[in-house]
């Protein structure tokens, strides 16, 4: 079902509405998506608030992020490794691959799913700390390790 309606809404989309149309339709739907997540992040904000917040569930949170960048580097690196052995990828290719791995909104609001219970504070807590990591950290210096790894060669002079 969620395949049908990807390929209806993308291709339907392109037979069915004009050009100037499609893209009013598209600049629509974004900011659509930038309300419903702001939204989302203004709720978790507040529930985030009302949760009782310790010393342990905050280190339980960095040593998460450590673990989910640890995850990250194994998920990406043994799969280009492998492909790389008939594929030659870009200088760089892996590390931006692995520091573009942005974890959101989805895993906060799942986080925020489970029902109460003993566990769900720390859950919670740990889920928070990773997605601000991954926002501020990751996020905000992705496009400098992107300039830095696809640095154009600098020219050389010839003598005549």
Same mark, same amino acid.
Not at 6 to 13: C, E, I, K
Not at 137 to 154: A, D, I, V
């Given at each position: 079902?969620?395949? #049908?309606? *990807?390929? #209806?809404?993308?291709? !339907?989309?392109?037979?069915?509405v004009s050009g100037q149309t499609g893209e009013y339709l598209s600049m629509f739907w974004e900011i659509v998506d930038e309300m419903m997540n702001s939204v989302l992040f203004l709720l978790i904000g507040l529930e985030v608030l009302s949760i009782h917040q310790s010393r342990t569930y905050l280190i339980a949170g960095i040593v #998460?992020? !450590?673990c989910v960048l640890a995850g990250r580097t194994v998920s990406v690196a043994i799969p280009l490794g492998v492909? !790389? /052995?008939r594929i030659r990828f870009p200088k760089g290719t892996t590390r931006l691959l692995i520091w573009g791995g942005l974890r959101g909104a989805i895993s906060l609001a799942l986080a925020l799913l489970l029902p109460h219970g003993p566990q769900r504070e720390l859950i919670v807590t740990v889920t928070y700390v990773v997605v601000v990591f991954s926002v501020l950290?990751?996020?905000?210096?992705?496009?400098? *390790? /992107?300039?830095? *790894?696809?640095?154009?060669?600098?020219p050389t002079i010839t003598a005549p």
């Open positions: 079902m969620v395949v #049908a309606g *990807l390929f #209806a809404g993308n291709h !339907g989309t392109m037979k069915t #998460a992020v !450590g492909i !790389g /052995l950290t990751q996020g905000t210096t992705f496009g400098w *390790l /992107l300039r830095k *790894l696809t640095s154009p060669p600098e």
